[in-house]
């Protein structure tokens, strides 16, 4: 059976990340303490961040602009979207 955590962005208990996805005390604060799913979703919004803003991730203001939407989104607040951006469902 897979390991859970209590999910910080879905408030349950859900399967937990196999490793830290970053490297240090964020990585493993984020190992602890948000789901796989979760990290999943961010991961796929990440993307279209990246893409559509066109960012450089070799820029400060890149990395912590994405740092920020990402606790952002983790703790279910409003989160910047890609521009023209529909999803697949709809």
Known sequence: ???TVFCRKYQQELEALPF???PGK???DIQQNVSKKAWEEW???QTRLINEKHLNMLEPESRKYLNDQMERFLDNRETDQAEG???RDQ
Do not use: D, F, V
């Open 85 to 87: 951006y529909i999803p």
């Open 1 to 3: 059976m897979s390991r």
């Open 20 to 22: 830290p996805p970053l």
């Open 43 to 45: 991961q796929a919004l």
């Open 26 to 28: 964020k990585g493993q």
